[in-house]
């Protein structure tokens, strides 16, 4: 296993370009199967979740190529519906498949994905919407197992849960939707700009989708989705995090082909910490501060606070000048970094859903263990602001989510390293 070595206090400047963005990769790649032809999509993350992904639809019989950021999946040939636990275990997002598996096969044989260190994962409205269009569901020796035999029907589903809106929930029962035969009515649909990127490639496939991009969608089921050429989004929670690594360093940092409208209110929390932000059409700089302000967060569906910047945003906060309050309400456990972060001398305690960070003068560097993908990012960013040298072991969660994550820290004059690890 690698580790990172980080040299603190180094100041970030220049500039950095955005990936494409993992979780609306995820679901496109997964939405592809229900065309049979070949999908060529650009802007393609190197990540290992991509490769997760594109080795599940080889597994189902489809072929993936990748080539300078582009990938083309020809599905012409799937013959398998399951997802063995091998799989599934290693990535959650593999749950995206089961909608298209459905909508293409009739039928599914998906492991459960059980919880994870983010809290637990419950998949109750992708079996509740699906249901409602008509699939059969049961739970069997830890798979779902569906069946749409008597064939996909449009109907009203209201997808909402305890949690709010379910991002892949949605995708699944949209995708299922577009091959439905009649109208399918999603109330309580996500919003979040991946769910808005999955539809805009669907209706490419030829679905027919209304409300794109607010909380009610509305879909004509059509016969067939064809083949097509698609560009995904840009990655805001990468972008947020190369930000937050500018301003902790009390740097000037620019990220590059990205979308600041998908930011709206990272930027405008950031913002209020006293922290200068510039944006254009398609990039965004943080120009740091010395001292920054203190601010509280509710994390949120979109266009709320997103839960996948919380991490990072705390690791930010440990050094603001006063107390500032998160709390996290799309996954109410999600604070294992907390602990960790308070190895670097910050002062965060937790309290249910909520963590109050007193921000200290500094931060020592430390050896710490990444949790989960995000959590990791906010440990580099405690390093990049930490006095001394930090050891962050257990980095390979960060590969499933940031693209040559190093080097483009290193870039921006961050001394960053990986070796591996000695424990
Ligand atoms: C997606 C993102 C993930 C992000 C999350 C929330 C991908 C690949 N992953 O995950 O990075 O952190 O959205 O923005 O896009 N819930 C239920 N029942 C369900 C499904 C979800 O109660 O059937 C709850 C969850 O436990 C959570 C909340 O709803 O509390 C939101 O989860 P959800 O939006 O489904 O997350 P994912 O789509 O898995």
Redesign the pocket.
Same mark, same amino acid.
């Given at each position: 296993m690698d580790r990172f070595v980080v040299e603190g206090k180094k100041v970030l400047r220049g500039s950095v370009p955005a990936s494409g963005a993992?979780?609306s990769v %995820? *679901?496109i790649l997964a939405a592809s199967i229900m065309a049979e032809g070949t999908s060529v999509i650009h802007n393609i993350p190197e990540l290992q979740d991509v490769n997760t992904m594109s080795r599940i639809l080889e597994y189902l019989g489809a072929k993936v190529r990748f080539k300078n950021g582009t990938v083309e999946v020809d599905s012409q040939n799937i013959n398998r519906c399951d997802a063995p636990y091998e799989f599934v275990k290693t990535m @959650? /997002?593999s749950?995206?498949l089961l909608g298209p598996m459905i909508a293409r096969f009739s039928r599914a044989r998906f492991s459960l994905p059980g919880g994870c260190v983010i809290? *637990? @994962? *419950?998949? +109750? %409205?992708?079996?509740r919407g699906l249901q409602k269009l008509g699939v059969d569901i049961r739970i069997e020796d830890g798979y779902v197992v569906a069946d749409a035999g008597r064939g996909l029907k449009g109907n009203y589903i209201f997808l909402g849960? /305890? =949690?709010? $809106? $379910? &991002? %892949?929930?949605t995708a699944n029962v949209m995708c299922a939707a577009t091959l439905a035969k009649g109208t399918t009515v999603i109330e309580f649909a996500?919003c !979040?700009p !991946?769910i808005t990127d999955l539809a805009n490639f669907l209706v490419k496939m030829g679905a027919k989708i209304a409300g794109i991009g607010s909380p009610c969608l509305t879909i004509n089921g059509v016969k067939k989705l064809k083949a097509t050429e698609y560009r995904v989004i840009p990655d805001r929670i990468e972008t947020g995090t190369f930000l937050l690594a500018g301003a902790i360093t009390g740097g000037c940092v620019t990220v590059e082909k990205c979308q600041p409208l998908h930011l709206g209110a990272f930027l405008d929390k950031l913002s209020e910490t006293g922290i200068e932000i510039i944006t254009g059409r398609n990039f965004i700089t943080v120009k740091g501060n010395k001292n920054w302000k203190p601010v509280d967060i509710v994390t949120l *569906?979109y266009p709320g606070f997103?839960? +996948?910047l919380q991490a990072q945003m705390m690791a930010f906060l440990t050094l603001a000048d006063g107390v500032s309050v998160i709390t996290e309400k &799309? =996954?109410p456990e999600r604070f294992i970094h907390a602990g960790e972060l308070n190895r670097f001398g910050a002062s965060i305690s937790l309290d249910g859903s909520k963590a109050i960070i007193k921000g200290v003068e500094k931060l020592l560097g430390a050896r710490v263990m990444a949790s989960d993908l995000r959590a990791s990012a906010a440990l580099v960013l405690a390093g990049l602001a930490a006095e001394g040298t930090t050891y962050i072991s257990r980095i390979y969660h960060l590969f499933r989510g940031y693209q040559k994550f190093e080097e483009k820290l290193k870039s921006l004059g961050a001394d960053i390293k990986r070796e591996k690890d000695i424990v």
């Open positions: 993992k979780n %995820l *679901p @959650r /997002a749950i995206a809290g *637990p @994962r *419950p998949i +109750d %409205l992708h079996i849960g /305890a =949690f709010g $809106s $379910s &991002v %892949l929930a996500a !979040e !991946e *569906p997103p839960t +996948d &799309v =996954f």
